[in-house]
């Protein structure tokens, strides 16, 4: 099974600023076949289901704001928020789906 | 608009049994491996199993192999999780999850096991 570790594990930053959460996976998540790295981000608030922020590393979803961006391939990723706004206060969760299991990262929790 | 929808959830007794529907609209699920998410309260995200585009094909994690089945019936564009021998720790909110292409999530369904 592919392990993905999310680091940190909790992030507290001020508004205005950028946060930065990493993600590494044990194996590279990379699909050759399409070139594509198989890798997902999720915010998700109490109460509410996870919701799409990233995929294939770096596509953000419709309606996310530009604020939101994700890098990196093969094994290590990153997600950024440029400018952190109050709303943005949640976990962050990685996701690769590369093969079966599909595996997630512990979570971040991100604070002000 | 893309839409999945899970049901069945509720209060049930360990040992006992319960199937969880998905239902979709906004594309045929024919065309897509469709899988089960899981998340006991105030924990992370578990996979839980998914089911070839076909149904031909199920892959189960190790903690609910023997004890659910996925199916689906792609006439009518519905995912089933059938959850048999209950335990405490099946506790949780089930989620529908597309993840090819852009992953599509449902709202999930509330699973609670106790006695």
């Known amino acids: 099974d592919i392990v993905m570790t999310q680091a940190p594990e909790s992030l507290a930053v001020s508004l205005g600023e950028r946060a930065t959460i990493n993600c590494k996976s044990s194996q590279s998540v990379l699909s050759t076949s399409i070139n594509k790295n198989s890798l997902a981000w999720y915010q998700q608030k109490p109460g509410q289901p996870p919701k799409l922020l990233i995929y294939?590393?770096?596509i953000r979803d419709s309606g996310v704001p530009d604020r939101f961006s994700g890098s990196g391939s093969g094994t290590d990723f990153t997600l950024t928020i440029s400018s952190l706004q109050a709303e943005d206060v949640a976990m962050y969760y990685c996701?690769?789906?590369?093969?079966?299991?599909?595996?997630f990262g512990q979570g971040t929790r991100l604070e002000i | 608009e893309v839409q999945l929808v899970e049901s069945g959830g509720g209060l049930f007794q360990p040992g006992g049994s319960v199937r969880l529907s998905c239902a979709v609209s906004g594309f045929t699920i024919s065309n897509y491996f469709m899988h089960w998410v899981r998340q006991a309260p105030g924990k992370g995200l578990v996979w839980v199993s998914r089911?070839?585009?076909?149904?031909?094909?199920?892959k189960y994690a190790d903690s609910v192999k023997g004890r659910f089945t996925t199916s689906r019936d792609n006439a009518g564009n519905t995912v089933y999780l059938q959850m048999n021998s209950l335990r405490v720790e099946d506790t949780g909110v089930y989620y529908c999850?597309?993840?090819?292409?852009?992953?599509?999530w449902g709202p999930g369904t509330l699973v609670t096991v106790s006695s």
């Open positions: 999850v597309r993840l090819a292409e852009v992953p599509k």
């Open positions: 294939w590393a770096s």
């Open positions: 089911v070839s585009a076909d149904g031909s094909d199920t």
């Open positions: 996701q690769h789906y590369a093969t079966t299991p599909i595996t």
